[in-house]
């Protein structure tokens, strides 16, 4: 190889358009284009969707009735019509010269344009037999081109690309593009970033290998080699950047040292009325041990609905207290500040500060204040001047609490309840908070628990604690499908038993996505028809978005007092709200919701020690629909049901709708590839350790820029 042409790297594979390749004109470059592949790296990453083996090739005539199979078939007929019930109905006879079968598409008009006479497609799908007839119903189609020479020419393994409907590309075309795209690779070859060592260790192969391997096996075992390489170096990308994030973030902020070896909290945890779990206790102990570190605390607090997050919150505010700072607990709405005053001002009534170094101050009740938007006249200048002179020690409010001009004489700890809602301001403006310039301490805590390992990877600059165990003595919800008219009737029954026992019920009113005004109106007519028929005499309340603040808050406070039995209400009680007395959660058309929001709802209830249920009420219209609500009925353990999710939406849920452009991940999935998620971390805390800006793998930090740039980062630093 001559000096001056070193292997190719991502960055130059990326300054090559495809319009370069010999063979791709114009009016190919712009099918590409439309299918969002520009460059040489575009088409490179542009991986197949799946492989037709032709040694294991199923064939019409050997593919057993009621067995899947996939078969490359020619197709010769298509037509379409309406069945009986005004349903669009697509057919297409095919053959693959051993026999012909139909393919039936329902509901899938736009297949009578898609499918022409004469091309090939991959089809994958179960085999039935119908009238005698076989044929695939709904089958997976993909077109693989005009009939022609190349499927005879092409090798053992075919790759099957995914197509766009628009780009109007044949799986053919793609084919010989790609391997004219790497025939030019070769010469200069493509060049690795990864240590050799980090392969070696990991038993991967080398990129240039990968990336042929994937495109153009000889044999299948050489897909998952393949795959193997790239997937990791997708999650490697990431984690690069998360950790160092991290670390940066960790070097650049200076934090307070907090005295862990205080009174207060311990005091506080021999005052509770139950012992801490085991998991409490190590998520606390994770965190005293951050607090008493020179850096920031940047530190998730994962629990499920239910699993005490509020203790261990309250004992990482008192260990900054304990050491004379103020802590701050943030909620996402006024309603839960208020919530959570009431709440913790409860559980630390009487505890008295010591003052140690000062014995000007003597001991003084701790002092615990909510700071709401609320909070006007006299009783806000008290708050705001006590923030100022250090005599508030705790204070529980909104985010208006550090958007505001509040002045606190030191704040050492912030606990943010909901991490979806804090976001990146609301981390600088942190930052502005002391005179001293050092940075509070971090709690993020989240009751939507996502899996260990999509958790590595959405919150990767964090570290994360997690509340895997519900204290004991719980009795477990139980959760009902009510799936027709008839069960709903029980519900109600279900709902006025418990009023009559003398506890208290939700409503959850349908979801209406598109519109509030809508969810409004629907909230509105539930409460009526509710409490003029199967509710009537019960004390029924009525909550949503548009109720005014101070009604909401009335509302709530009769609610919580026992003066109303039944609150109607959208999703706006979802998170934070605890009334022990309440048993029965009802949730009206339920397939609406999605699992995590479901269990949230779920959550309001099965918090005293009476025995709980919750009715998911309606039809599902969609087999997901029908599999979340399964599941929710099947299972209350959050964690579990975050797998469901992941399993059920794909990555989709857990990337967020933010992401686009290069970052996402094509081949790399949280959920099959979690043990290269962690190799993918672990290798990466040990290049930026060693390497804090990968000056010895400069190749390495240009694919990270180029794929992970800072807008392109954003997304992954949500909080
Ligand atoms: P989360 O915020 O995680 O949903 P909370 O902190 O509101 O949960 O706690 C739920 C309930 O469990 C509260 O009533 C709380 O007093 C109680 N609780 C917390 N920790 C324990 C424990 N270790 N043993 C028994 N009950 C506990
Ligand atoms: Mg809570």
Sequence with gaps: MPAGDPPLSLRDLDAIDVEKLSGVGPKTSKSLKTAEIASVLDLLMHYPRRYIDRTREATIANLPVGEQGMVLVEIMKVNARRTRNRRSLVEAVVSDGTGRISLTFFNQPWRERQLKIGMEAVVFGKLDLFNGKKQMTNPVVDLIGVGSEDSKKTGKIVPVYPQSEKAGLMTWDLMKIVAEALRKCEARGIADPVPESVLDDLDLIARHRALVGIHRPEAMGEVTLARRRLVFDELLRIQVKLVQRKRLIERRDRGVEHDTTGALVAQFHDRLAFPLTAAQERAIAEIVHDLGAPSPMHRLLQGDVGAGKTVVAVSALLTAVQGGHQAALMAPTEVLAEQHHLGIAELLDGMIVADAGASL?????????????????????????????????????????????????????????????????????????????????????????????????????????????????????????????????????????????????????????????????????????????????????????????????????????????????????????????ATVMVILDAARFGIAQLHQLRGRVGRGAVASCCYLVGEATTPDGESRLEALVRSTDGFELAEVDLELRGEGTIMGEKQKGRNDLKLASLRRDREWVEKAREVAFGLIDADPDLDSTPELAAEIELFLGEDEADFLLKS
């Design 361 to 581: 101050f003597p001991d003084r009740p701790l002092s615990v204040e909510l700071l709401s938007n609320r909070t006007t006249g006299p009783d806000r200048k008290r708050v705001i001047a006590g923030l100022a002179d250090g005599s508030v020690d705790l204070v529980i409010g909104t985010h208006a609490l550090i958007q505001d001009k509040v002045a606190f004489r030191s704040l050492g700890a912030v606990v943010v309840d909901e991490q979806h809602r804090f976001g990146v301001e609301q981390r600088a403006a942190l930052r502005e908070k002391n005179v001293d310039d050092t940075v509070p301490d971090v709690l993020v805590m989240t009751a939507t628990p996502i899996p260990r390992t999509a958790a590595m990877t959405v919150y990767g600059d964090l570290d994360v604690s997690v509340l895997d165990e519900l204290p004991p003595g719980r009795t477990p919800i139980v959760t009902e499908w009510a799936r027709d008219g008839v069960d709903e009737a029980t519900v109600w029954d279900a709902v006025r038993a418990a009023v009559e026992a003398g506890q208290q019920a939700y409503v959850v009113c349908p979801l209406i996505e598109e519109s509030e005004k809508l969810e409004v109106r629907s909230a509105e007519e539930t409460y009526e028809e509710l409490s003029g028929g199967e509710l009537y005499g019960l004390r029924v309340g009525l909550l949503h978005g548009r109720v005014p603040a101070a009604d909401k808050e009335a509302t709530m406070a009769q609610f919580r007092r026992g003066d109303i039995d039944v609150l109607v209400a959208t999703t706006v009680i979802e998170v934070g709200v605890d009334v022990p007395n």
